[in-house]
């Protein structure tokens, strides 16, 4: 089974986070593959993508070859509901909620919001065709915890029953995301909201771009044996959201595998989903926290986090 079809992670804020932090070597949590492939797309020379699951990186390969396509726009499914951007469970579930959405919305809502070209307009859009009692019933039902991580999750990432969540309201999630940004320059908003990206397209896409040969090495494996196994050096680790599905244990030694590998200048990033992930003080001694003034336009993430490797005073 493929769980996710793209990798929904903001890509402008990761290129903000690339270009503010230079280092030696990039190496990600693969699911869809899209935010490497952005980040090659911006100037990045090569990336090293981890998964557990064959099918992710399998689908990554798929991605690289239909670049390299005459009909790259089919393949992808670009402006169609079919393709390798629309094949994992997560985009299925969404498809499905974005074939009622226009049931429960006043008429012409999302063309409303399409051309509302500023906060203060999408709000008044929002509470005049979208602030419906059906969209609040059902999308709440639809994005309740429980009918996301049974419908929409990797299994991994559900399964520690013992981890106490932190509460998720993806309804205010998506109004908040859907105001700050138009949905013109939002494809992960556009996406939710047509079941494919109808005003909106992903960085990478645009133009004839095609990465250069062996620009991504992949590896099927943990992302925690992977980074103890990396030599010592200034790296770019990227861990998504993988820390929801592990214990405190598990994540202290991850923190350690990422302290050992790691020389001054390097920079780990991270989302937190549903859980708040404890940071052991042996790495906030010798990490900073980095602050992230760009929002992220992907309405799912409770918090991001981007520390940066310090000198030994
Ligand atoms: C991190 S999740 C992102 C999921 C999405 N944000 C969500 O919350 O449903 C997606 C990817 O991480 C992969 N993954 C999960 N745990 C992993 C681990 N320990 N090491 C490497 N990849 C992992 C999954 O196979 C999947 O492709």
């Not at 509460?167 to 205010?172: E, F, L, T």
């Given at each position: 089974m493929l769980y996710y079809a793209q990798s929904w992670e903001d890509t402008s804020l990761l290129r903000s986070i690339v270009?503010?932090?230079?280092?030696?070597?990039?190496h990600m949590v693969a699911s869809g593959g899209d935010?490497?492939?952005?980040?090659l797309n911006h100037g990045i020379p090569h990336i090293h993508l981890v998964d557990t699951e064959q099918t992710q990186l399998q689908h990554v390969q798929k991605k690289l070859e239909a670049l390299h396509a005459t009909d790259r726009d089919s393949l992808f499914g670009l402006h169609s509901r079919k393709g390798l951007l629309h094949e994992g469970r997560l985009e299925g579930f969404l498809q499905k909620f974005s074939r009622v959405f226009p049931l429960?919305?006043?008429p012409g809502a999302r063309r409303?919001?399409?051309?509302?070209?500023?906060p203060e307009q999408r709000a008044e859009v929002y509470d005049k065709l979208w602030n419906t009692r059906r969209l609040q019933f059902l999308s709440n039902r639809f994005f309740s915890r429980e009918n996301v991580d049974t419908n929409a999750r990797h299994p991994g990432l559900i399964q520690d029953k013992s981890k106490k969540p932190t509460?998720?309201?993806?309804?205010?999630e998506f109004?908040?995301?859907?105001?700050?940004?138009?949905?013109?320059?939002?494809?992960?908003v556009d996406y939710i909201v047509h079941g494919y990206h109808k005003n909106s397209s992903l960085d990478y896409l645009k133009g004839n771009w095609v990465p250069e040969p062996n620009a991504i090495t992949l590896h099927h494996t943990d992302m925690k044996s992977y980074v103890e196994q990396l030599p010592s050096a200034r790296h770019m680790i990227h861990a998504s959201d993988i820390m929801e599905a592990t214990d405190g244990t598990?994540?202290?030694?991850?923190?350690?595998?990422?302290?050992?590998?790691?020389?001054?200048?390097?920079i780990f990033l991270y989302w937190e989903h549903r859980y708040t992930v404890q940071v052991p003080d042996s790495f906030k001694n010798q990490w900073k926290l980095v602050p992230i003034s760009r929002d992220d336009r992907v309405p799912?993430?409770?918090?991001?986090y981007l520390w940066q490797k310090q000198s030994k005073v």
């Open positions: 270009d503010a932090n230079e280092v030696d070597h990039y935010h490497a492939l952005s980040l429960l919305l006043s409303a919001m399409v051309q509302a070209n500023s509460q998720v309201n993806y309804v205010d109004k908040a995301k859907m105001i700050a940004h138009s949905l013109i320059d939002n494809p992960y598990f994540n202290n030694d991850f923190f350690e595998a990422v302290d050992q590998a790691c020389t001054t200048g390097s799912f993430y409770n918090n991001f």
